[in-house]
């Protein structure tokens, strides 16, 4: 078996991105459209992390502080949706119509 090379490492992550991409433009399910942006984040700490395999840069301190950043995006965007479930009822992005008039 070969060496996994840096071009792996952006094939996969380019996987990631479109799936990621694919679920927010597709789904309506809140729960789902955020695990894909989390999937888009993860594609990216992926980038970060190879480029700097690479090129010797400071790559996984940033993919730290992007974990650390989709650790925050969840937990705000999971109590947005439990309090938006609890007045709706429902998590169906087609009926989040509280901004409209």
């Given at each position: 078996m070969g060496e996994i090379?840096?071009?792996h490492y952006?094939?996969?992550?380019a996987a990631l991105f479109i799936i990621g991409v694919i679920g927010?433009?597709?789904?309506?399910?809140?729960?789902i459209i955020l695990?894909?942006?989390?999937?888009?984040?993860?594609?990216?700490?992926?980038?970060?992390v190879a480029f700097s395999r690479l090129w010797n840069l400071q790559g996984q301190i940033f993919s730290i502080f992007v974990v650390a950043d989709?650790?925050?995006?969840?937990a705000v965007g999971l109590g947005i949706?439990?309090?938006?479930?609890?007045?709706k009822e429902t998590v169906n992005m087609d009926e989040v119509d509280l901004l409209k008039w």
């Open positions: 090379t840096t071009l952006l094939v996969v992550a927010v433009l597709t789904r309506r399910n809140v729960v695990m894909s942006i989390e999937l888009i984040l993860n594609a990216v700490n992926l980038n970060l989709a650790a925050a995006e969840a949706l439990i309090a938006f479930f609890r007045n």
